[in-house]
Each structure stands twice: as C-alpha cells, then as structure tokens.
Nanobody
C-alpha cells in the first residue's frame, strides 16, 4: 500500500552536494516522522536524520552542520540536503516513514528501496 520512492542519489566529488528526495504515496492516514538512514557495505544501517511532524529534527553527529532535513507535508515528501560530502558519506540511503496507514492501524516503519550516494574523486 504505502510506497516510499527516493531520488537524487548519484556520484559526487568530495566537497560536493546532493539533495535527496523521498515521496510517500498510497494509503497514508498520518505521518508521524520521516527521515533518512544509510547503510554502507558490510555495515549496519544507521540513522542519518529524522524529522517529526512537530518539526523536531535529529541528526547523527557526523552530519551535523553539513546535512539538512526538511519536509513538505502537503506532498508527503522529505528531503535531505547534503553538503560538504566526504567519502565516509558513501552509502545506500534509505527513506523511512513512521506512519499510520489508517485510523485503526498502529504507527509502523516503512522504507524506500534506497538510493546510492557515492562520494569519490
């Protein structure tokens, strides 16, 4: 029912920027939070940034000051502006939404398919 589709990944040189987008569609009653996680080869998936419906943001320490998460609630879309990228940012980035698909449904996590970000010269 619920689909999260990411876009904006690609290859960028160190110091460059990318802007990721994630649009949620389908059966959505309410979205509590949206965010971004990433997973590098051989590593566990880790939180990058999240944003609640109330506007509270959370960033992992390594991206603070470089990444900015924002949301367009009318479009059920979350963005991740990534600046000053380093090779350590290379990973598959996954969109996450904590949402209820219906009034009676519990809030649960939904995931996008991922978009690859590669930072290399």
């Amino acid at each position: 029912q619920v689909q999260l589709v990411e876009s904006g990944g690609g290859l960028v040189q160190p110091g460059g920027s990318l802007r990721l987008s994630c649009a949620a569609s389908g059966s959505i009653f309410s979205i509590h939070a949206m965010g971004w996680y990433r997973q590098a080869p051989g590593k566990e998936r880790e939180l990058v940034a999240t944003s609640t419906s109330g506007g509270i943001t959370n960033y992992r320490d390594s991206v603070k000051g470089r990444f900015t998460i924002s949301r367009d609630k009318a479009k059920n879309t979350v963005y991740l502006q990534m600046n000053s990228l380093t090779p350590e940012d290379t990973a598959a980035y996954y969109c996450n939404a904590k949402l209820a698909a219906s009034y009676s449904a519990a809030t649960s996590d939904y995931w996008g398919q991922g978009t690859q970000v590669t930072v290399s010269s």
